[in-house]
């Protein structure tokens, strides 16, 4: 096990765990803020980071191919640790976004991820996966944009989960993706785990705004993979909306 640092507040967990896989930090160091000033977010968007919220990056040995499946597998072995834990109803949204879908209600996102690779002198290539996890995220601490459609675990459970006992079950999930991924035959074992978190199988999706067709399943590279009629289409990156019935 490597490094545990915890800090009141950091730019960004990913940045400062970056620097330390480049310096030769081991698999499983991980870096931990209380609130982050520039916390980043997928395709170079922010995340905000309040108080309540778990921050956290994991330098992780780079997995065989396909890299695709990593963040894939790290939402689904978390969301499935969260959901064992407290009985969360959390699904993952392809390709890296876990919600919370409650019957009758919209779904509202929880938790996202977000994978960089990184030379490291000890690990060659390396990865630093970051996860942000609503925890126990104040309502008014979520900014207007995004309140509708953000939730946190506390809003789902009779009581507030502790953020430690969170970040154990994130680091968990992030070593255990990793390490199935390097198993014989862990593509497959992990694909077919992510297939059963998957959310919005059977449903129309819009792509990039453009609507695309209906999630089938995933394909052997972690690609999400539609139907168009008779066709099928295989979605590598963009902005995937899962939309309601027509
Ligand atoms: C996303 O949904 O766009 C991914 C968000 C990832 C946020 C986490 S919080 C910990 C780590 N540090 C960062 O700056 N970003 C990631």
């Known amino acids: 096990m490597g490094l545990r640092e915890v800090h009141e507040v950091l730019p960004s967990t990913q940045d400062r765990a ?20 520039r916390g980043r977010g997928r395709v170079g968007r922010g995340w905000t980071s309040p108080e309540g919220g778990l921050y956290i990056s994991i330098v992780l040995a780079t997995p065989p191919p396909p890299a695709t499946l990593l963040p894939l597998g790290i939402g689904t072995f978390l969301a499935r640790g969260l ?10 949204k392809w390709p890296n976004d876990i919600l919370a879908v409650t019957p009758g209600e919209p779904p509202r996102k929880v938790a996202g991820i977000l994978v960089d690779s990184v030379s490291s002198p000890s690990l060659g290539q390396a990865v630093v996966a970051g996860v942000g996890i609503n925890v126990r995220v104040a309502r008014d601490a979520f900014p207007v944009a995004i309140a509708d459609d953000s939730a946190s675990l506390h809003e789902l459970l009779p009581s507030a989960p502790s953020v430690d006992e969170v970040e154990e079950i994130a680091a968990g ?11 014989p035959g862990g593509t497959a074992r992990v694909r077919r785990l992510c297939e059963e978190m998957l959310y919005g199988v059977g449903r129309p ?10 999630i089938t399943t ?3 590279e972690g690609e999400l993979l539609l139907a168009t009629g008779e066709h099928r289409l295989a979605v590598r990156s963009g902005e995937v909306r899962v939309e309601e019935e027509a």
């Open 83 to 92: 959901n064992d834990r407290y009985r969360t109803p959390l699904r993952v």
């Open 18 to 37: 970056i620097d330390l896989a480049r310096s030769g930090a081991e698999e499983g160091t991980r870096v931990v803020a209380r609130r982050q000033s």
């Open 205 to 214: 999706v819009t792509v990039d705004g453009v609507r695309s067709g209906r």
């Open 173 to 183: 999930a992030a070593l255990t993706a990793r390490r199935a991924l390097a198993e």
């Open 218 to 220: 995933l394909g052997d």
